[in-house]
C-alpha cells in the first residue's frame, strides 16, 4: 500500500477550488444513501471523514447547498460554482468532522474504503467483499470503520 503525506491536497475538476488537509483522515467509506446517489448522479459516494479544523480552502470561493439526510440531519455541502464538483460535506448543527469526497484528492492511490453504509439502498449489483464492514443504515458508531482505516497503515504514524 502506498503511504500518504501530509498535508493532503485536492481540488475540483477545473482547478479553480483548491484545498489542503493537515492531519490524517479518521475513516473512509462508501455511503450508498439515496441522498449520495442523487448528489453524484452515481451509484455510491466515496467519503474520507477528518476533523473539521483540518481542512481548509486554499485557492477559489466554494459554493454552498443545504439538505436533509436520509438519517434526517441538516447536511450541507461546498462545491466549486464554476465546475460543479462536490468537495466536502459537513452537519449542521458541527458535529466536528467534514466528510470529503475521496475521488477529488490529487493523490488516490492510497484511498481504499473499509466499509459500506447504506447497504439497504445500494445498488443490486454491488458486489460487498466479506472484509467489509457493513451497515444497512446510518451506523451510531463508528469504531470498526476507524480501528479498520488505522490498521491499514496509509498514514506514518
Ligand atoms: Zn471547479
Ligand atoms: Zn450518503
Redesign the pocket.
Given at each position: 500500500m502506498t503511504k500518504a503525506s501530509l498535508p493532503l491536497e485536492g481540488?475540483?475538476?477545473?482547478?479553480?477550488?483548491r484545498y489542503e488537509v493537515s492531519m490524517p483522515p479518521l475513516m473512509i467509506y462508501c455511503c450508498h444513501c439515496t441522498n449520495c446517489q442523487k448528489i453524484s448522479g452515481s451509484a455510491f459516494v466515496l467519503s474520507a471523514t477528518i476533523l473539521e479544523p483540518s481542512f481548509q480552502f486554499t485557492a477559489?470561493d466554494a459554493r454552498k447547498t443545504e439538505w436533509i439526510s436520509d438519517a434526517g440531519n441538516q447536511r450541507f455541502g461546498y462545491f466549486?460554482?464554476?465546475?460543479?464538483?462536490r468537495i466536502a460535506h459537513g452537519q449542521t448543527p458541527s458535529i466536528g468532522v467534514l466528510s470529503l469526497r475521496a475521488g477529488a484528492f490529487d493523490d488516490r492511490s492510497w484511498v481504499e474504503p473499509s466499509g459500506h453504509i447504506w447497504t439497504k439502498s445500494a445498488q443490486r449489483w454491488i458486489k460487498f467483499d466479506d472484509a467489509d464492514i457493513l451497515c444497512a443504515e446510518q451506523p451510531t458508531d463508528y469504531t470498526a470503520f476507524v480501528e479498520r482505516f488505522k490498521s491499514k497503515g496509509c498514514f506514518e504514524d
Open positions: 481540488g475540483c475538476q477545473c482547478g479553480k477550488l477559489g466549486c460554482g464554476d465546475c460543479g464538483t
